[in-house]
């Protein structure tokens, strides 16, 4: 049976998106820029594992998010420990971020390239897990890792700007099909690894809208833009997202 | 949407369930997500349903890019929302720390400018969609 296997699903699945979800699961098992394929599969194991964390619950509902000191529970051993700490803390309370926090991953050896890859997985496997959730369908499996090196590929227009993590302002060359003319950081955040913005292209187009498509109003689904702005704008203030 | 309760005077149809299925999503257990998303599928039905999800789970994903990688406010979002943002709450968000803060004179601008900002928004939004056809 192929991954993402909708069919007896009590509610249409178009086609669109579970051709995505297996397009995710397919390059989750592959070697990335800055992480094998094991890793990658890692990544995606400890972000289903960080939902059962006790550390992460009690730093949850404590005044600080670094309180009570701890170890997480881990789903593995492959990666290290601050790549752990920050798909946990990512995960469960992505609202009490915090520049100082990201240093101390960069301190604790976990670079900026591996550090974005790292956010481009987590963020595809919260959503398509996330979707799943929402309709009350099984989480599929993680997939088997296929071997392979990582790439080591890193853009050279990326630069450090106002964010945390260097990114690509006018992309050109190799990384021209990112974005055209002028796009919100949110899309621009990820480009220090530029398939990581390809997947967010990909999924954002089935899940919500096309990116080209955002500043035009009238670019909705069976649910209406009003409709769709109101779910988007609950999920953002309940997980404290000012962006 | 800092204000749960703004949902049944938005005007916008079947908004408490949508924003109840949403909130469930996010926090909820099991039992409140099959609450809500029956109450949801019965009010808008199965199409509505899956699209429902698919955004709550799209911006699942953004707000934890946003948050994650530390991106300021674009620019004329910045300057379009300044007094709504201090208004709704937003602004005591911890990332709001990731974007300049408003002065007094930005916070009287945004609603001025705010009407010109929506008409510069469908032009841009109409010559991409002319980009795209051609």
């Not at chain 1, 550090?115 to 099984?138: P, Q, T, W």
């Not at chain 2, 955004?55 to 300057?79: C, H, K, Q, S, Y």
């Amino acid at each position: 049976m192929s991954a993402f296997d909708y069919t007896g699903v009590p509610v249409p699945i178009p086609e669109d998106i579970a051709d995505a979800h297996r397009r995710f699961w397919e390059r989750l098992a592959s070697q990335g820029c800055w992480w094998t394929g094991a890793e990658r599969v890692a990544i995606a194991a400890e972000v289903r594992r960080a939902a059962d964390c006790a550390l992460c619950r009690e730093r949850k509902s404590a005044l600080s998010p670094e309180t009570p000191p701890g170890e997480h529970d881990r789903a593995g051993d492959l990666l290290p420990d601050a790549a752990v700490d920050a798909i946990h803390r990512v995960t469960t309370d992505p609202g009490r971020l915090s520049k100082s926090w990201y240093e101390k991953t960069q301190a604790a050896g976990l670079g900026d390239a591996h550090y974005v890859e790292l956010i481009g997985i987590l963020v595809a496997l919260v959503s398509v897990d996330g979707f799943h959730r929402g309709l009350g369908i099984s989480l599929e499996p993680l997939p088997e890792p296929v071997p392979g090196e990582p790439s080591r590929y890193r853009p050279a227009g990326a630069r450090m700007e106002q964010a945390w993590v260097p990114m690509i302002a006018k992309p050109s060359g190799d990384e021209a099909d990112l974005w055209k003319g002028i796009t919100g950081n949110v899309i621009r955040a990820l480009s220090l690894v530029p398939d990581a913005v390809r997947q967010l292209k990909e999924l954002s187009t089935v899940h919500y809208v096309a990116v080209e498509k955002v500043a035009d109003p009238s670019a909705g689904r069976t649910l209406s833009r009003a409709q769709m702005e109101l779910i988007a704008g609950r999920v953002s203030a309940l997980n404290e997202c000012f962006y | 949407m800092t204000d749960r309760s703004a949902a049944a005077g938005s005007g916008i149809p079947h908004a408490e369930a949508l924003v109840t299925f949403a909130e469930a999503v996010v926090g909820g257990d099991e039992l409140q997500v099959a609450t809500a998303r029956q109450v949801l599928l019965d009010a808008v039905g199965p199409e509505a349903l899956v699209d429902a999800a698919a955004v709550a789970a799209n911006f699942e994903r953004m707000d934890r890019i946003a948050d994650a990688t530390g991106i300021p406010l674009d620019a004329p979002m910045d300057l379009l929302t300044a007094d709504l943002r201090s208004e709704l709450g937003i602004d005591s968000f911890a990332s709001s720390v990731n974007s300049p803060a408003s002065g007094a004179l930005k916070r009287a601008l945004a609603p001025l400018l705010r009407p010109l900002g929506l008409r510069v928004l469908k032009i841009v939004a109409r010559r991409i969609a002319r980009q795209n056809a051609s």
